[in-house]
């Protein structure tokens, strides 16, 4: 274990152990994305935030399973105005499968992210999706696994924590990042973590606010934060799908309700 990974709390060094074990697809696939900018644009256009909603069993940070059938919710997400949706593919510590992506993404026309905890190329074939997410502090190479992914036709969604993070994603090419507001010593949610880091990304740069974000209010303090688009997914998944989804895409037309 390696200094940076001594500073991460056991759960996500339990996660990053068992990404490391994970085995890949056994053929290169090749995969006609979905554009996630079009999507976005796509809701802006219609005065919705862009919201990836994301659909997720279980996590380390949440209390218990939620059964439903992942197409239906993801079918409730979208008609509640998810410009994306994302979709967990790890198996061990949040419930996920390539399954569930492939027949979601399958049933809905938006954008897919992939999310899951990749390490290596051959991880990239598992399944394919429109968008995979990629943790810059996870990766060993991060710009080979960028460039792996875009000659596979997928967008990848760099996720970062800092500033220094931010600097190595768009050193190795990102063009989609991520900002987690959880740390990853403590787990907690700090959402002035993307307050800090998202002036230092270039206006270019498609920059998505994650984890925290609980209410419309939330919402709106990252967009004015220069939030592109957001990532929610306990707050949405906690309920009626359709109507959470709702909150969120129409959080700059309303207060809170």
């Known amino acids: 274990m390696n200094a940076n990974e001594d500073s991460m709390a056991p759960a996500v060094r339990s996660i990053l152990a068992a990404a490391r074990e994970r085995d890949g697809g056994d053929e290169r696939l090749s995969a006609e994305a979905r554009s996630l900018s079009a999507a976005f644009a796509a809701a802006e256009a219609e005065g919705r935030v862009p919201v990836i909603a994301e659909v997720k069993p279980t996590s380390p940070t949440t209390e218990g399973t939620r059964e439903d059938d992942p197409v239906e919710l993801a079918r409730a997400m979208v008609a509640g105005g998810a ?13 996920g499968s390539a399954e569930n992506l492939r027949r979601v993404r399958e049933a809905v026309d938006v954008p897919v992210l992939r999310k899951d905890f990749l390490v290596r190329e051959d991880q990239l074939d598992l399944v394919e999706a429109d968008l995979v997410l990629l943790i810059a502090r996870f990766v060993d190479d991060l710009p ?17 924590h800092d500033e220094d993070e931010l600097r190595a994603a768009l050193s190795a090419g990102a063009s989609i990042v991520g900002v987690n507001n959880r740390d990853l010593a403590r787990l907690t949610v700090d959402l002035g973590t993307f307050e800090r880091v998202a002036p230092h990304a270039p206006d270019d740069v498609t920059l998505i606010a994650e984890s925290g974000v609980k209410t419309p209010a939330d919402a709106r303090r990252m967009r004015e934060a220069g939030a592109d688009g957001l990532l929610v997914g306990t707050a949405i998944m906690d309920g009626d799908a359709r109507a959470n989804t709702e909150r969120f895409t129409a959080a700059e037309r309303q207060g809170d309700v």
Do not use: I, K, N, W
């Open 83 to 95: 410009a994306a949706l994302s979709v967990l593919t790890e198996p061990d510590h949040f419930g």
């Open 144 to 160: 080979a696994l960028v460039r792996a992914a875009e000659a596979r036709g997928f967008q990848a969604l760099v996720e970062v």
